[in-house]
């Protein structure tokens, strides 16, 4: 009887005992009764126990019955990454008490804290991690959508990406139906520089967002797969490609990765080395985002870096631009935007040893220690060409022991 588990789910919320509860309406035993839905009870009592406790029964029958399904309608448009209506839910959502009750709490605890990591807001799905994984006696799906979020977390918040490549894996899709995370997968393949695989991810996971009719999450498993293409020797990824989703996303009035895709795309320029059009989607990209955007920052850089090789924007201009970037880094602790602003600074001042004593000392190890294989690629690349030049063998060297790592296989030859 829910009549019964409403009660009892307020009377310990508000920590009265079942004797004071039943006072001149009915016993302590049958008060235990009503709660475990050992008995009938009258209307009357049920009234009188509602007014004793303060609430609208009827009100909590109604609120008790919905939540199941607004609890799915929540999830799915955080899959669906619905912001406004996911926001909207979640209002609704925190004015129902009865989501504390146990047939519910632990799934809005696990929703939750995909809500927080899909607003940005990490210490808040940290904390409820935290809680989660003292969690016993989950059922398959509460563990497999634990291991959901926790391979999120580990990506997005501790830019561990080996680590959350082991967790999502270890997802069972028979007990789980959320076959989004194939793309978490894709993003975390594609982290660590594994283009097959996180192509191989990415397209999976566009076969159900094309089953969800999601459009945005369609949009950018497509983009994800399209990188990879792009990292290819063999490249031969076209502009129309590109321009194709670029005009999706207008249709569907999809501002967040109409951005993503002008970012993209002007990288994808950047490649062929036509700097002119790479600046001019990044500059897209940039005034399309608000500097709060985390990926403001990224389009920001990605602009600098194109006028830069463009050659055509004076010294003053561009160390304007670095300056904000600079700016917005220290004011979001963001340390690893705040190394790529300071090389471009220091590039721009054409203060050679000043930037390579920073990217030795400062920029290298973080990249390092974010397992960002790029970058790490890319500026080890660099440092090996300065020591060679310089005739300092033994740090050209063990910065090619680092690139020779990548290449490293388990053959068995003679």
């Known amino acids: 009887m829910l009549e019964g588990k409403i ?40 009234q009188l126990l509602s007014e004793r406790l303060g609430i609208d029964m009827e009100k909590e029958l109604e609120n008790y019955k919905s939540i199941d399904s607004l609890l799915k309608e929540w999830h ?54 935290e809680e989660m994984e003292t969690w016993s006696g989950l059922s398959p799906y509460e563990h497999n959508m634990l291991l959901h979020i926790k391979g999120i977390y580990l990506m997005r918040v501790n830019h561990d990406f080996f680590k959350a490549i082991s967790v999502l894996k270890e997802i069972r899709l028979d007990d789980y139906s959320n076959r989004e995370c194939f793309y978490d997968l894709a993003v975390a393949y594609h982290s660590i520089h594994s283009n097959v695989l996180a192509y191989f991810y990415a397209n999976k996971a566009l076969q159900f967002f094309v089953e969800k009719r999601s459009f945005s999450r369609m ?25 194709r989703l670029i005009d999706m996303a207008e249709d569907y009035e999809l501002e967040h990765q109409r951005a993503l895709l002008h970012h993209n795309y002007a990288y994808h320029q950047l490649r062929k080395g036509d700097f002119k059009s790479a600046g001019e989607y990044y500059k897209k990209s940039v005034n399309t985002r608000k500097p709060q955007d985390p990926n403001y920052l990224g389009s920001l850089e990605g602009y600098i870096n194109a006028l830069t090789k463009e050659g055509r924007t004076s010294k003053d201009e561009l160390l304007q631009y670095i300056e904000e970037g600079l700016a917005l880094a220290r004011k979001g602790s963001n340390n690893t935007f705040y190394h790529f602003f300071t090389l471009h600074k220091l590039n721009v001042n054409e203060d050679i040893k000043g930037y390579y004593k920073y990217l030795e000392e400062k920029a290298y190890p973080h990249f390092q220690e974010m397992g960002y294989v790029l970058p790490m690629e890319h500026y080890g690349v660099l440092l090996f060409d300065y020591y060679m030049e310089k005739g300092d063998e033994g740090k050209a060297n063990f910065y090619a022991k680092g690139l020779m790592e990548k290449f490293r296989k388990n053959n068995q030859f003679v």
């Open 76 to 129: 799915e448009s955080i899959i669906k990454k619905l912001q406004t209506k996911a926001d909207s839910i979640k209002t609704r959502l925190d004015g129902i008490h009865l989501l504390q009750i146990q047939d519910f709490y632990r799934t809005y605890t696990l929703i939750l804290a995909r809500y927080h990591l899909f607003s940005g807001e990490n210490q808040l799905a940290k904390r409820l991690v």
């Open 219 to 243: 949009i950018e498993s497509e983009m994800l797969m399209l990188l990879q293409l792009e990292q290819s020797d063999d490249s031969n990824v076209e502009n129309k490609e590109y321009q």
């Open 7 to 46: 009660i009892k789910f307020y009377r310990e919320h508000q920590q009265v005992k079942q004797k004071d509860l039943g006072e001149g309406i009915c016993s302590t035993t049958h008060i235990s009764k009503i709660e475990r839905g050992l008995t009938e009870v009258s209307k009357e009592t049920i």
